[in-house]
């Protein structure tokens, strides 16, 4: 697994704008989706695990770590807020402490029992700043200060607060406002070096970037794409004198050795080879000086260690030994530096290894030290490897390894033997060839003097080795106890320990910071101002009593200045004081439109727009909502559960009767769905009632009402599109008060005739009630005919509407005579005046649409002139009339 952890600085700086236009937290933000990206073409991203940190104090620093999950990671980064000072050096303590907090409760570091480099968690730290001061609460900082006090059980155990295995890139964002002059085609990125963080890059074996320009943020997130590797970091050091310079004859491309230049390169990706380059020319010495580049004496570099395919993880034999001889006299342990310092002699030797005897093979990073070996283009030789303190009684140790380049001069390799190696594969080799695993007395003599040189945690390995060999029970048991029974238990504790940890950090993860209760007033202004002399002449020329009042002004211990809570909503309609200034008009305007409604029943105390002004993310949560509903009502009497005695009894708690047994239930048969009437033919539903429907009440009881008409059923009444809400709800208000009265519908226009007739010849003049009903009816089919008309007229409106809107969007006309169709269309529109300016005007925002001016300038005189003829018609119209 790669831990892949996003530090995002989140200072107040970070909203500086850019000349892209956007904010360097927003680039921020893209730089991480980017990579991301990039990332997920390599096949080894599904082993990635991305975590996110801030520079807040924790808990709140921890956006995503070790059990949020993907989705968690991509809101949280998009919620990313900037305030606050510029608190890197506990940012990256707590970064470390996250990581750290697993290794050990894992034991992934096994203290005291040496190194292992299959044993890893390798982790890239990748952090997003600007590039400002370090702002703390003390001043600004010239260089990053880590926190010495720890959370992390066992963290005295190593020098530094991270791991070999845990790397720092810096993307340090120089964007700058106004576009920049030197736009540079070059893909190499500088270090930023002026800025505090590239030492912590250097120390951890990572680099940082300075980034300038967009095309610089996108070769540097290719950059570190590429950096994104499984291995461990270890400090090279050259001890001894330098080796003899070696002169390489090249002819047709190959050397005295028959190997090709261009074979050191195969392998090298495309952005690190030009960093070789560039390092190379920073280093190379100043023309006219015969100064030696000694860059490759010490070198802090990656080793990278290679997963299994088939078991999917690191797997290796030897460890890298410890810098101290074990001893199980030792009550504790001394603490060990994060990169091992691994010595080397510039001494040739020959590359020792024999048959069945496992040995671990690690690439090292391109840096000035392999550059150096692979120039010497000497594939068959070797240079040994030491670590100071392993042996008993050498300080320099005996080797465990040796520095090889490879065959074809493409890299340099790390080879791990068993420790002190030159004197055991000698010993092996004669056990197998000259006593065919039967060893005489000498020669377990001269192995168990080896066994005496050799560190106890050796044992397992080499024990696991020689049975793969077939030579087991060589290796005695008692040496596997590398470590104290103290230093044991200790060690179990620690895990322990941090176990309980890493749940405490994981529950923390996420919870709300306990607010801050307030600001208390500082006292160190109230003497001051008491003991000023025209303070205390002000209050005399004031009168009273002057002890009084300096008692009440010194009397301010117990005020606190409160802070506002950023996750209570603010209540507008119930405190004003919670609305902003800037929002103080649009608050207005909401409450108007709320007091100054026509209908009562819609009257609110919450604004529509922030009942809808939801996240999207939170748009499709409706458990919330259902929490919030009132539980509902019991029922008036509940009947208690009948319990079935019969039948299945799993089926107690449920409501459900075997059909067999209840002789209420019809079962359904063939003969009553092949005996049952087709249905009818199906009626359309009726439509909504016109605007101006006229509803009548009868003041007397009235007969059964007659069957509707057909005219009626089929629909002839057309909806009208142009209805407001508010006319709506007015017009139902009077259906909803008469919801008890009958309303009379008109009969058949059968019967019409018979009416007619019966007033025509007074038929029953003195009955009353005949004569209302026959009025009511009149009135009804006077209003029926009415909004027949209104039908007709706004059927014939529409389709002229269509007409019309069909020569304005027709093209190219821009004269005053190509509209003679559109204008023949206008002078047929029906109605009144109200309603035919009401159509010129649809007409004109429609043209508005196209920006038709000539067009427009026509229509407005047209309604003019429409104006002008109706207003003369009134005029000419007698007084009666009017």
């Keep these: 697994m790669t831990i892949i952890l996003f530090l995002v600085d989140t200072s107040a700086s970070m909203n ?3 000349y892209l236009g956007t ?23 599904r082993w990635d695990r991305y975590m996110l940190l801030t520079f807040e104090d924790p808990p709140a620093n921890i956006k995503a770590g070790w059990k949020e999950s993907h989705a968690t990671f991509v809101n949280e980064l998009k919620n990313l807020q900037t305030q606050g000072l510029t608190l890197m ?16 409760q894992t034991g992934i570091d096994t203290y005291g029992q040496g190194r292992c480099p299959f044993y890893l968690e390798p982790a890239v730290i990748i952090v997003i700043t600007d590039g400002g001061k370090l702002t703390t609460m003390n001043g600004v900082q010239p260089e990053i200060n880590l926190p010495m006090n720890s959370v992390v059980p066992g963290s005295e155990l ?21 576009v920049p002059v030197d736009m540079t085609t070059s893909t190499y990125i500088p270090s930023a070096e002026s800025h505090p963080l590239d030492a912590m890059c250097d120390v951890t074996g990572g680099r940082s970037y300075a980034v300038h320009t967009q095309k610089m943020l996108n070769g540097a997130l290719e950059s570190l794409v590429q950096k994104v590797q499984g291995g461990v970091v270890i400090n090279f050091e050259k001890i001894g004198p330098d080796p003899p310079t070696i002169e390489v004859k090249v002819e047709n491309g190959l050397d005295s050795n028959g190997n090709s230049k261009e074979n050191q390169d195969i392998n090298m990706p495309p952005t690190i080879k030009l960093e070789m380059e560039e390092e190379r020319k920073a280093n190379s010495p100043m023309t006219g000086l015969s100064i030696p580049n000694n860059s490759w004496h010490n070198c802090r570099k990656l080793i990278y260690v290679p997963r299994s395919a088939q078991k999917g993880y690191s797997v290796g034999h030897w460890p890298i030994p410890e810098a101290f001889w074990p001893d199980t006299t030792n009550s504790t342990l001394p603490p060990r530096s994060a990169h091992p310092v691994v010595k080397f002699y510039c001494t040739p030797c020959e590359p020792m290894v024999i048959g069945n005897l496992p040995f671990d093979k690690y690439e090292l990073e391109p840096s000035p030290l392999t550059q150096y070996i692979l120039e010497r283009r ?22 465990f390894g040796y520095l090889k380049a490879s065959s074809t001069l493409s890299c340099v390799n790390l080879f791990l033997m068993p420790y002190n190696y030159p004197v055991l594969l000698p010993l092996l080799d004669e056990l197998f060839k000259v006593h065919k695993l039967k060893p005489t007395q000498k020669w377990r003599s001269q192995f168990d003097t080896y066994l005496k040189t050799m560190p106890s945690y050796y044992a397992g390995p080499l024990k696991r080795a020689l049975a793969r060999m077939g030579a087991p029970n060589l290796v005695p048991d008692n040496m596997d106890n590398s470590l104290s029974y103290s230093v044991i238990t200790y060690l179990k504790k620690l895990k322990n320990q941090a176990k309980i940890e890493m749940d405490r950090l994981i529950a923390s993860v996420g919870q709300k910071v306990t607010l801050h209760e307030g600001i208390k007033v500082d006292s160190r202004t109230k003497t001051s101002i008491l003991q000023r002399r025209d303070f205390n002449q002000l209050l005399q020329n004031a009168g009273g009593n002057l002890q009084s009042l300096k008692q009440e002004l010194t009397d301010f211990n117990t005020f606190t200045v409160a802070i506002a809570d950023k996750d209570i909503k603010p209540q507008y309609y119930r405190n004003p004081y ?21 209908s009562f029943h819609r009257t609110k105390l919450v604004d529509d727009d922030q009942v809808h002004s939801v996240p999207v993310q939170q748009m499709g949560n409706y458990q919330d909502y259902l929490k919030k509903q009132p539980a509902p009502l019991r029922e008036l009497e509940t009947s208690p559960a009948r319990l079935h005695t019969f039948g299945n009894p799993f089926k107690v708690k449920m409501n459900m009767v075997d059909e067999a047994d209840d002789p209420t239930i019809d079962k359904p048969s063939k003969r009553r769905s092949v005996e049952s009437p087709s249905p009818g033919p199906k009626r359309r539903k009726v439509g909504p009632l016109p605007k101006d429907y006229v509803f009548c009440r009868s003041p007397t009881p009235t007969p059964p009402a007659s069957p509707v008409p057909d005219h009626i059923m089929e629909g002839d009444f057309s909806p009208q599109p142009d209805y407001k809400e508010d006319d709506f709800e007015e017009n139902n208000v009077p259906e909803q008060e008469d919801e008890d009265q009958p309303l009379i519908i008109a009969e058949p226009e059968q019967d019409h005739s018979k009416k007619n007739h019966i007033k025509e010849n007074n038929v029953s003049p003195g009955d009353a009630e005949n004569q209302m009903l ?3 009816l009149n009135s009804r089919q006077r209003s029926i005919n009415n909004s027949k008309k209104d039908s007709l007229i706004w059927t014939h409106n529409t389709r002229l509407k269509h007409s019309v809107f069909k020569e304005l969007k027709k093209p190219g006309r821009s004269k005053w005579n190509d509209y003679d169709n559109l204008f023949h269309h206008l002078n047929s529109v029906q109605g009144n005046v109200e309603l035919k300016c009401a159509f010129v005007r649809d007409v004109i925002r429609e043209a508005g649409r196209f920006k038709k001016k000539v067009l427009i300038q026509m229509l407005e005189q047209f309604q003019t002139s429409l104006m002008q003829v109706e207003g003369r018609k009134r005029n000419s119209l007698p007084m009666e009339t009017r």
Aim: glycine share 4%; charged share 25%; aromatic share 10%.
């Design 16 to 18: 500086q704008r850019t």
């Design 23 to 45: 904010s360097l937290i927003d680039i921020a933000k893209a730089s991480v989706e980017t990579f991301m990206k990039i990332r997920s073409r390599d096949p080894n991203c």
């Design 89 to 104: 050096g506990p940012a990256l303590k707590h970064a470390f402490d996250l990581l750290n907090i697993n290794r050990m």
């Design 158 to 178: 190593t020098k530094e607060p991270f791991r070999w295995d845990q790397r720092i890139f810096g993307l340090v964002l120089r964007l700058p406002g106004n």
């Design 378 to 399: 000497q594939p068959n030789s070797c240079w040994q490897v030491f670590i100071n303190g392993s042996a008993k009684y050498s300080d320099v140790g005996h080797p």
């Design 578 to 598: 919670d609305i902003p200034r800037k929002n103080l008009i649009d608050q207005i305007a909401r409450m108007r439109s709320n007091f100054l409604q026509k």
């Design 774 to 776: 026959y009025n009511s």
